[in-house]
């Protein structure tokens, strides 16, 4: 029985209410940036009513990018799709072989291979990015794709979720499939994947957000600016010493890098809510 109580009712539209403008004000106030010329964009205070500039600061910012030595911010948007999107498919491949491997085969150490897997969640970022950083050098992988996105696929969590999904199975299920011959990727390709779509799909849009979201890996490993992503790129977009911010482009390129997650979000909603539902059971 749901208690009815207009006060807590109140209280709780308040609350979501005032979280909603939390949260967008900030975007709406980038978007009216977005919308100026470069001088009205410079008035104290900034009017918070938007303008006509937005096609025109979104152009300029895709065809040319922003300062001298800056790439086309198209091109900084293909290269954080061809990172956020290699590191989604490379972390969800390894995680679940890796987790499948767990589970199927029986093997000494097995749970002592997981927790030492796991147990990487506790170190860091901070404690592994430059040992990661120096392998990524001696590798010759700087200022290349396979350095955005190899050392990133790798991931305890995603290992944990696949490996508790895969537990849930019946064992009835798996001693089936060894009766009757099934070879371990026969298994997993035509029983295991199939029963894995609704997980795939939620790992994929945490995981694409998390690979386009990227900001200190690629500052850390590229230096020519053809292979730049955009949300690092835009930090370079921000002038340092006296020179000059071009602020309405800056958030033109900013709403520019919203697009690619949100359109994942809208396009996989429901079965990535039913893949977060999914792994709770």
Same mark, same amino acid.
């Given at each position: 029985?749901?208690?009815?109580?207009?006060?807590?009712?109140?209280?709780?539209?308040?609350?979501?209410? &005032?979280?909603?403008?939390?949260?967008?004000?900030?975007?709406?106030?980038?978007?009216?940036?977005?919308? &100026?010329?470069?001088?009205?964009?410079?008035?104290?205070?900034?009017?918070?009513?938007?303008?006509?500039?937005?096609?025109?600061?979104?152009?300029?910012?895709? =065809?040319?990018?922003?300062?001298?030595?800056?790439?086309?911010?198209?091109?900084?948007?293909?290269?954080?799709?061809?990172?956020?999107?290699?590191?989604?498919?490379?972390?969800?491949?390894?995680?679940?072989?890796?987790?499948?491997?767990? %589970? *199927?085969?029986?093997?000494?150490?097995?749970?002592?291979?997981?927790?030492?897997?796991?147990?990487?969640?506790?170190?860091?970022?901070?404690?592994?990015?430059?040992?990661?950083?120096?392998?990524?050098?001696?590798?010759?992988?700087?200022?290349?794709?396979?350095?955005?996105?190899?050392? +990133?696929?790798?991931? =305890?969590?995603?290992?944990? +979720?696949?490996?508790?999904?895969? !537990?849930?199975?019946?064992?009835? /299920?798996?001693?089936?499939?060894?009766?009757?011959?099934?070879?371990?990727?026969?298994?997993?390709?035509?029983?295991?994947?199939?029963?894995?779509?609704?997980?795939?799909?939620? &790992?994929?849009?945490?995981?694409?957000?998390?690979? *386009?979201?990227?900001?200190?890996?690629?500052?850390?490993?590229?230096?020519?600016?053809?292979?730049?992503?955009?949300? =690092?790129?835009?930090?370079?977009?921000?002038?340092? $010493?006296?020179?000059?911010?071009?602020?309405?482009?800056? !958030?033109?390129?900013?709403?520019?890098?919203?697009?690619?997650?949100?359109?994942?979000?809208?396009?996989?909603?429901?079965?990535?809510?039913? $893949? /977060? %539902?999914?792994?709770?059971?």
């Amino acid at each position: 029985m749901i208690e009815n109580r207009r006060g807590l009712t109140i209280f709780s539209h308040t609350m979501l209410i &005032l979280g909603i403008v939390v949260i967008l004000f900030p975007l709406y106030v980038a978007f009216v940036a977005a919308t &100026l010329d470069n001088n009205a964009v410079f008035e104290t205070p900034m009017t918070l009513i938007p303008g006509t500039h937005l096609l025109e600061n979104m152009k300029n910012i895709w =065809a040319n990018g922003v300062g001298v030595n800056s790439a086309p911010f198209w091109l900084m948007m293909l290269n954080s799709f061809i990172m956020a999107f290699g590191i989604t498919v490379g972390k969800i491949a390894v995680s679940m072989l890796s987790a499948f491997a767990i %589970v *199927w085969f029986r093997f000494p150490l097995r749970n002592l291979f997981f927790w030492m897997i796991f147990i990487t969640l506790m170190l860091p970022v901070e404690v592994r990015i430059f040992p990661t950083v120096e392998v990524i050098a001696n590798l010759n992988m700087l200022d290349s794709y396979a350095g955005l996105t190899l050392p +990133l696929m790798a991931s =305890a969590t995603a290992t944990f +979720l696949f490996r508790q999904f895969f !537990m849930t199975l019946p064992d009835e /299920l798996i001693e089936a499939a060894r009766i009757d011959g099934a070879s371990p990727m026969r298994f997993f390709r035509d029983i295991v994947l199939p029963l894995s779509k609704t997980n795939l799909a939620a &790992l994929f849009v945490i995981t694409f957000i998390y690979g *386009w979201n990227q900001y200190l890996w690629p500052l850390l490993i590229i230096t020519d600016v053809n292979l730049g992503t955009a949300v =690092a790129g835009i930090k370079g977009m921000i002038a340092t $010493g006296e020179g000059t911010t071009l602020w309405n482009q800056v !958030m033109a390129a900013m709403l520019l890098t919203l697009i690619p997650p949100v359109v994942i979000v809208l396009a996989m909603q429901r079965a990535f809510v039913r $893949g /977060l %539902v999914d792994s709770e059971k």
